[in-house]
């Protein structure tokens, strides 16, 4: 009795061709840009990361950092991207299962936004080690000019000046729409107002292009956490900028016209 020949063993997996492979590999790169458009789109937070991001990036090449200073600014800004990435998948998951309050969702969606205050917190640590130290920066600072006429009164003085009278302001301004106190919520932003009014100090002082976009960095960090802390609304925030970055201007500008 002959015994029946066995079929060629056959590969458990289907091979797949060179095109094939291709392929998949393009559609994965697409898949992964839309999916960055999407989080660019639709999360107003990721672009404020981004025009951040760009604006150090800015500051670093006028500062000229080193290569290492420049990989810790990437690393920082990485993740900073990857966990708002991360944290917008987490929500619109959560979204997508759950159509009422649930206190297991609400906890998902705290622990991913959570981890882009840590990535925050990191990229503020590691900014502030390499621009702090910077020779050119602390240079620039050293050689501050005195723009107002009186001798006795400096760029600090003017500052604070600024800060009495932007104080008073944004407590007109709460007062008479009665919405909020002074530092939290209403109609506009005080610790916005207070960022811009320092970073257009420090632009009008050092008139230096990484300078202005450092500083216009630390002043979009602040309003973004005002309203990722959901304090403030978007509006509210370009009040708080645009009163701020208007007060320096006539304490700085004033007395050359």
Known sequence: MKSKSLPPPQDSEPRIS???????????????????LFVLGTQRHMRVHFTIIGL???AAWGLSVS????LHLLLAMAL????????????????????????????AKDVAAGAVLIASLYAVAVAAVVFLRNERLLAIFH???????????????????????????ITGLKKG???????????????????????????ILTRDIAVTAL???????????????????????????????????????????
């Open 67 to 70: 290569t290492g200073e420049l």
């Open 18 to 36: 060179s095109a094939q492979q291709a392929k998949s590999l393009s559609s994965s790169f697409r898949f992964a840009w839309q999916g960055l």
């Open 56 to 58: 150090v990036l800015v």
């Open 80 to 107: 900073v991207v990857i966990t708002e990435v991360l944290n917008t998948s987490v929500e619109v998951m959560v979204d997508l299962l759950v159509d009422t309050y649930h206190s297991q969702a609400k906890g």
């Open 215 to 257: 500083a216009l960095a630390l002043a979009l960090l602040v309003s973004q956490s005002r309203m990722q802390a959901r304090i403030h609304s978007p509006a509210e925030v370009v009040i708080g900028a645009v009163v701020g970055t208007a007060v320096a201007a006539v304490i700085f500008l004033w007395p050359l016209t």
């Open 143 to 169: 050689k501050l000019p005195n723009l107002s006429p009186p001798p006795h009164v400096g760029p600090i003085q003017l500052v604070i000046i600024g800060t009495i009278i932007l104080t008073l302001i």
């Open 177 to 203: 729409t009665k919405r909020g106190s002074l530092w939290r919520g209403g109609i506009i932003s005080g610790h916005t107002a207070i960022g811009f009014l320092i970073a257009t100090s420090i632009i």
